[in-house]
T-cell receptor, first 112, second 113 residues
Framework: QKEVEQNSGPLSVPEGAIASLNCTYSDRGSQSFFWYRQYSGKSPELIMSIYSNGDKEDGRFTAQLNKASQYVSLLIRDSQPSDSATYLCAVERGGATNKLIFGTGTLLAVQP | GAGVSQTPSNKVTEKGKYVELRCDPISGHTALYWYRQSLGQGPEFLIYFQGTGAADDSGLPNDRFFAVRPEGSVSTLKIQRTERGDSAVYLC???????????FGPGTRLTVT
């Protein structure tokens, strides 16, 4: 079992729809969770961080965390073609270290 | 303000050669991280520095890889006797503190021929 798992996609949604991206992790000691967006040929760009159970909203983005189920999700409302990218889920390893463990990413394609 | 910068942006080298990759973190960020990303994969942790010291180097694949951060700011990742399997994008990230979000630089694409 991978430490951080994401569906590789592609996830295709029409413009204006809600895109839902999911991530599960295996280390119950993890405390910090991040979503990065990565355009093709570019480096990862931090878009959301979440540390507590529940929802965290920032503009069109909502991150959801459920530590009991070891599940993190990202919702993108009113999806735009410019949102088309790979979305990487990253989990901070629990314990003394603060390295990030990344999933392989989900490719999102927003169709105009 | 200025983000994380990395040089060179691209590096092509022959198998067996030595390479150095440089990272300049965001001003004031004390924590610095190196990751490596292969095609179709997420970034893979290599090493992180808190200040001048390597706090965790557990991700370095073998002793051909070494990194330094002598003055607590700029870091250099050094790879000896490069192999074709070392070809990847090497990413550097920094954070204000080890408990804060990590921000990535543009990466160095290393190609070993």
């Amino acid at each position: 079992q991978k430490e951080v798992e994401q569906n590789s996609g592609p996830l295709s949604v029409p413009e204006g729809a809600i895109a839902s991206l999911n991530c599960t992790y295996s280390d119950r000691g993890s405390q910090s969770f991040f979503w990065y967006r990565q355009y093709s040929g570019k480096s990862p760009e931090l878009i959301m961080s979440i540390y507590s159970n529940g929802d965290k909203e920032d503009g069109r983005f909502t991150a959801q965390l459920n530590k009991a189920s070891q599940y993190v999700s990202l919702l993108i409302r009113d999806s735009q073609p410019s949102d088309s990218a790979t979305y990487l889920c990253a989990v901070e390893r629990g314990g003394a270290t603060n390295k990030l463990i990344f999933g392989t990413g989900t490719l999102l394609a927003v169709q105009p | 303000g200025a983000g994380v910068s990395q040089t060179p942006s691209n590096k092509v080298t022959e198998k067996g050669k030595y390479v150095e990759l440089r990272c300049d973190p965001i001003s004031g960020h004390t924590a610095l991280y190196w990751y490596r990303q292969s095609l179709g994969q997420g970034p893979e942790f290599l090493i992180y520095f808190q200040g001048t010291g390597a706090a965790d180097d557990s991700g370095l694949p073998n002793d051909r890889f070494f990194a330094v951060r002598p003055e607590g700011s700029v870091s250099t990742l050094k790879i000896q006797r490069t192999e074709r399997g070392d070809s990847a994008v090497y990413l550097c990230a920094s954070s204000r503190d080890t408990t804060y979000e990590q921000y990535f630089g543009p990466g160095t694409r290393l190609t070993v021929t």
